[in-house]
């Protein structure tokens, strides 16, 4: 399976803000690169694998940095929203990030704030 074209990968990085979304790095930063993950993994499959609303940017690999850590930790990861199960919608999952709280990650590309606390 292929990952996200050209299009997906720049709408995601201006939508994160050129920015880990667990930690907050910026791509200037000086730190291990940065990966556009799959929330819902490849494995899982799916028409919407590919769709901006399962896509975030964490830094590092899958094996390093905050992206290493959602592996490494995946009761954490859904507990927060980084890794969405195999039956859920990436778009009607919330997930915390370090900038913006609690956001809803919508199939056009932006992302809108989640009350978690009144859901």
Same mark, same amino acid.
């Given at each position: 399976? $292929? *990952?996200?074209? $050209?299009? +997906?990968?720049?709408?995601? %990085?201006? @939508?994160?803000?050129? @920015?880990? %979304?667990?930690? *907050?790095?910026?791509?200037?930063?000086?730190?291990? *690169?940065?990966?556009? &993950? &799959?929330?819902?993994?490849?494995? &899982?499959? !799916? #028409?919407?694998?590919?769709? #901006?609303? $399962?896509?975030?940017? %964490?830094?590092?690999?899958?094996?390093?940095?905050?992206? *290493?850590?959602? &592996?490494? $930790?995946?009761?954490?990861?859904?507990?927060? !929203?980084?890794?969405?199960?195999?039956?859920?919608?990436?778009?009607?999952?919330?997930?915390? +990030? @370090?900038?913006?709280?609690?956001?809803?990650?919508?199939?056009? !590309?932006?992302? +809108?704030?989640? @009350?978690?606390?009144?859901?």
């Amino acid at each position: 399976m $292929n *990952g996200p074209d $050209n299009d +997906t990968r720049r709408l995601i %990085l201006h @939508r994160d803000a050129y @920015r880990c %979304l667990v930690c *907050g790095r910026d791509l200037e930063a000086s730190w291990s *690169g940065y990966s556009i &993950h &799959h929330r819902r993994l490849r494995s &899982h499959g !799916g #028409p919407d694998l590919n769709q #901006p609303s $399962n896509l975030i940017l %964490l830094c590092g690999s899958g094996t390093t940095g905050c992206h *290493g850590e959602v &592996h490494a $930790n995946p009761d954490h990861a859904y507990h927060h !929203g980084w890794l969405v199960h195999a039956w859920a919608d990436p778009a009607t999952t919330p997930l915390l +990030t @370090r900038r913006h709280g609690w956001i809803l990650l919508n199939p056009d !590309g932006t992302w +809108t704030p989640y @009350r978690k606390d009144i859901q």
